[in-house]
């Protein structure tokens, strides 16, 4: 199918655990995203990637990994999960250019107890 | 730092209703500034991009204004349905690197 699509959609784990968030998109788009959504917080980015083997911080970085091998590929782990890494995660993708819109993935609501 | 603010933090409407989504914005060095819907448990839709150099963009009902200068940007969604119940959020693109920076939404509910 066509699109951006992230997996698991739901997903509980125990602190400490490494996790692992996955995002395909299908479109070829250079640019992707992982964002973290939390009341009071709004939207936040965690880290982009410009191309395939290109990835950079975002707001909200520490605790997080991430590696782009392929281009419709863009996984992010939690090296060992934390409590407060309690949120949903999103995932999205755009094309090449500053003015190309932005599309998301389902998202993953994470839990980690 | 950008700081992006939508005020209210939620609407109620009757159906039919003409209505104004507000958003604001402290750092006027944008690239862009970018409206998306989302519906609960679900991801994000674009809705309208602003280009900084234009004053407004329109899809369908939906029109979006931005005025740099003053720091803001409004949704203006016309003849008001129930299926526009959802949270719309806007986002400015930055000059300075490849980041949106979010409002915190406004729920929108449309009541038939």
């Known amino acids: 199918d066509a699109g951006i699509t992230q997996s698991p959609r739901y997903k509980i784990t125990e602190t400490g655990r490494q996790v692992t968030l996955m995002c395909h998109q299908t479109?070829?788009?250079?640019?992707m995203f992982w964002y973290r959504q939390d009341l009071g917080h709004g939207l936040r980015l965690i880290y982009y990637?410009?191309?395939?083997?290109?990835?950079d911080k975002g707001e909200v970085p520490d605790g997080y990994v991430v590696s782009r091998s392929k281009t419709e590929n863009f996984p992010l782990t939690l090296e060992s999960a934390t409590r407060s890494q309690t949120s949903v995660y999103f995932c999205?993708?755009?094309?090449?250019?500053?003015?190309?819109?932005?599309?998301f993935g389902q998202g993953t609501r994470l839990t980690v107890v | 730092k950008q700081e992006v603010t939508q005020i209210p933090a939620a609407l109620s409407v009757p159906e039919g209703e003409n209505l104004v989504l507000n958003c604001s914005f402290t750092d006027s060095a944008i690239y862009n500034l970018q409206w998306f819907r989302q519906d609960p448990g679900k991801g994000l839709t674009s809705l309208l991009l602003?280009?900084?150099s234009q004053r407004e963009q329109t899809s369908g009902r939906l029109n979006a204004s931005l005025d740099k200068s003053s720091g803001r940007s409004t949704l203006y969604i016309a003849a008001s349905q129930p299926g526009d119940s959802a949270t719309y959020l806007c986002?400015?693109?930055?000059?300075?690197?490849?980041?949106?920076?979010w409002g915190a939404g406004t729920k929108l509910i449309i009541k038939p």
């Open positions: 479109w070829s788009h250079s640019y």
């Open positions: 990637s410009a191309a395939a083997d290109i990835t």
């Open positions: 602003i280009q900084s």
């Open positions: 986002a400015t693109l930055m000059d300075s690197n490849y980041q949106l920076i």
């Open positions: 999205a993708s755009s094309g090449d250019g500053m003015n190309t819109e932005a599309f």
